[in-house]
Nanobody, 117 residues
Framework: QVQLLESGGGLVQPGGSLKLSCAAS????????MGWYRQAPRKQREVVAL???????NYEDSVKGRFTISRDNAKNVVYLLMNSLKPEDTALYYC???????????WGQGTQVTVSS
């Protein structure tokens, strides 16, 4: 089992920045991909950014050039730096992780990001 604890959400004005953090605990010796998904009201959950243990990054098109994902393997933490935030980035952001050789996906409880003036 893997537990994921997110932090860093909040209210920010358009054009502002936020940094999300997610710390993994539990059976973390075989952590593989970590990252972030988001779900806005009345929309499906969508991938935002993912990063493998080796550091390969993947971003959803609308956040490329604005968001940066990073990871500290020693601390089992994944970060999402969000710059130039837009109202359409408003959503509940979920931390995600999976393990090598496992089909099980793990999710955090979610942290709210609201972009509004």
């Amino acid at each position: 089992q893997v537990q994921l604890l997110e932090s860093g959400g909040g209210l920010v004005q358009p054009g502002g920045s936020l940094k999300l953090s997610c710390a993994a605990s539990g059976s973390i010796f075989s952590l593989d991909t970590m990252g972030w998904y988001r779900q806005a009201p009345r929309k499906q959950r969508e991938v935002v950014a993912l990063i493998t243990k080796r550091g390969l990054e993947n971003y959803e098109d609308s956040v490329k050039g604005r968001f940066t994902i990073s990871r500290d393997n020693a601390k089992n933490v994944v970060y999402l730096l969000m710059n130039s935030l837009k109202p359409e980035d408003t959503a509940l952001y979920y931390c995600y992780a999976n393990l090598f050789g496992s089909a099980t996906n793990y999710w955090g409880q979610g942290t709210q990001v609201t972009v509004s003036s």
